[in-house]
């Protein structure tokens, strides 16, 4: 199901610069519509754990697939920039309900099988995005968008429903057990330790945005390589990061998952920073050579960036007195905030200095470790006094929200 919402989320990429001169818009107010469209995600993020702990969550998913597959179907025939606007609205809303299903199945799944398997969800997500852009990439160039689009958005809904019927059914999934069990918690007596994981998925997983929308333009821009060559970077990275999430299931029987995302955080921080710094230093006297610098630095921190998401989700799911859904929820919907200000922001430094304005997710990421090391400390010092009464499930963080 995460490959398949991959595979889905990319397919447009390659269309962009055509969609751009279909709806007659230029790149500002591109920019504007896709941010302002991501406000759509908040109206799901307020109640869809409610759904979820009612209703279990393969229907959330199932649902919200179909509206995703038809959005896919439905960009092409966007005649001008109200429509494709409203296109966007209903899609960021299917994605936001879809992603809080998927990512609280994913957390009680770990929690049944005792076993860290999130890492590998997220992997393959990023597979499917890779895999769909490459071959919308190979179908631009025989079919109209029309045709692309359907063939990907029928593709989808017919993987989406046939994926679905596997999922666990709602009585099996532990949600409605565990809503039963739990107190419905207000936003105003939230405990204060989920807004911190809050802010470690932010800082952990903004790097790994800064990278989608802005690695290609500084290979371009500031080393001076050429459009085929700008792509090698965050491929390097991307490839590096779902080698890092499909190897938390074995690494983590060893080391914390937590200890993983503090020691990653940390030194990818400083790799990433030193490939923006050093690469292009190399690239004025040789470019091949640059690129090369740039892609080891960079490629090394994507291995430490692949645990950051995957680290707070778990963590989250354990937060003791308020269910797995309520929890992500919140997390998501303040993340949802943040990212909107954080990307004018990182388009204001980058309007002035790109290399400079990437020392903002190197900033963030170094923060992620620091919240980590709280992260992973609290859980070693909670896990034996609680294991008898919550079984552990692998490196999962357990939170006594009572010892505050």
Excluded at 110 to 130: E, L, P, V
Excluded at 358 to 386: C, H, Q, W, Y
Aim: hydrophobic share 55%.
């Amino acid at each position: 199901m995460f490959f398949i919402q991959g595979f889905a989320a990319t397919a447009t990429v390659p269309r962009i610069p055509e969609l751009i001169e279909q709806i007659g818009v230029n790149l500002v107010v591109w920019g504007t519509v896709i941010g302002l469209s991501g406000l759509g995600a908040l109206l799901p993020l307020m109640f869809t754990n409610r759904l979820v702990a009612r209703f279990g969550t393969r229907p959330i998913i199932r649902i919200s697939a179909v509206f995703i597959a038809l959005c896919v179907i439905a960009v092409p025939w966007s005649t001008n920039v109200y429509v494709f606007f409203a296109i966007q609205i209903v899609q960021t809303m299917a994605f936001s309900a879809y992603n809080i299903g998927i990512n609280s199945a994913s957390v009680m799944l770990q929690k049944k099988m005792k076993r860290t398997i999130i890492g590998k969800m997220h992997a393959a997500w990023s597979i499917g995005a890779a895999s769909s852009a490459a071959i919308s990439g190979i179908l631009v160039n025989f079919i109209d968008f029309i045709t692309h689009m359907a063939l990907i958005g029928v593709i989808c809904l017919i993987a989406f429903q046939y994926a679905g019927r596997l999922l666990l059914e709602p009585a099996a999934d532990g949600h409605q057990k565990e809503a039963e069990r739990q107190k419905k918690v207000s936003w105003l007596k939230t405990p204060p330790y989920v807004w911190l994981l809050t802010a470690g998925l932010f800082a952990g997983v903004w790097p790994e945005v800064v990278m989608i929308d802005w690695s290609a333009l500084f290979s371009k821009e500031v080393m001076g390589l050429s459009p085929a060559m700008s792509a090698i970077p965050y491929t390097v990275f991307t490839v590096a990061m779902i080698i890092g999430r499909f190897s938390l299931d074995r690494v983590t029987k060893r080391v914390h998952i937590s200890d993983l995302a503090k020691w990653g955080a940390l030194a990818g921080s400083i790799l990433i920073a030193a490939g923006v710094w050093l690469g292009p230093l190399v690239a004025q006297t040789d470019k091949t050579l640059g690129l090369v610098v740039l892609c080891v630095f960079w490629g090394i921190a994507g291995l430490g960036v692949g645990p950051q998401v995957p680290s707070f989700f778990t963590a989250g799911g354990n937060v003791m007195g308020m269910t797995t859904a309520q929890v992500l929820s919140r997390m998501s919907m303040i993340n949802m905030f943040t990212m909107l200000s954080a990307k004018f922001i990182m388009g204001a430094l980058a309007q002035q200095d790109l290399q400079v304005a990437f020392m903002f997710p190197v900033t963030t990421l170094f923060i992620a470790g620091i919240i980590s090391a709280f992260v992973v400390k609290r859980a070693k010092r909670n896990e034996k006094d609680m294991l008898s009464a919550f079984p552990a499930t692998a490196p999962i963080v357990i939170i006594d929200e009572g010892k505050n």
